[in-house]
């Protein structure tokens, strides 16, 4: 089945392994040959920067990511290309190819300048994770401490999510503190995403959205992404098994919870870590076998693993 995947840390493994594509990366969980042969329609690379680098570090990085990511196009034109509205989206499927769509994880690298925003969009990045774990010029992210959790947007991330909304830049708040998720769902009118996120009512881990969150997110027409990382699919954090059928209790919890359009793919691929029932990209007919056996109707499998997202790109890009 064809799919798209909101979240891979690909071009970072690429990166740390000093290739310059991610063509065919060995021990990894994507590159692009497996791509083609996965049934993926769409990819959303990552540029993940780690928060403790300093601002010009996380600019070389960013800048080293982007070289590899255009490499890749360069070199993968026959399987892949870039993808930054639906029309392209559209186009690439028709002639057979997988949409790229770039992204940036961890918006520190805006230093609080709505220009730095749009020389991202000008190099075609089309979703921006405003936090990873640590604070930064957009606000603050997840915690275990409940004060932290519950603080938002700094004035600058206010500003800079309803400009993003404006330039057809989807806001991401996969890592952000609940705090900042109701001040983005406060700001905005377009869909907003959860690109690689779960059910907190399922697994507790900070990372995860509880069922007021999921019911904001549908009410906005946004999609969460399921991760595969065990820590967000399990209820005993201990519990380091990726499990097919705990997946599949996620995806049944966000139907339950906002209804069969909030829900698609986020795999977290390459940035998590475990023992996987799906480990690479290749593998995802697992969960799309599995969700049928629960009884999910392929109308319903299609909107999981391709439409929904579809449907954000179109509204929010």
Partial sequence: MNYIDMHCDTLSEALVRGQKTAKS???TMVDVERLKRSGAAGQFFAMFLPQRESIPQLN???EKMYEIYQNTLSECSDILAPAYRVEDLEKNRREGKISAFLTIENGAVAEEKLENIQRFYRKGVRLITLTWNDENCFGYPHSSDREEMRRGLTPFGKEAVSYMEEQGILVDVSHLSDGGFYDVADIMKKPFVASHSNCRALAPATR?????MIRLLAEHGGVAGINFEPSFLNGNPGDTLSRVERMCDHVEHFIRIG????VGIGTDFDGIGGQFEISDCTQMEKLFTALRKR???EGTLEKIAYRNVE???REGM
Wanted: charged content about 25%.
């Fill in 25 to 27: 990366l060995e021990g």
């Fill in 311 to 313: 449907r954000v790109i």
């Fill in 295 to 297: 009884g999910i109707s």
């Fill in 259 to 262: 209804g069969v359009e909030c």
């Fill in 60 to 62: 070389t990085l960013l």
């Fill in 208 to 212: 995860n959205l509880t069922d007021d």
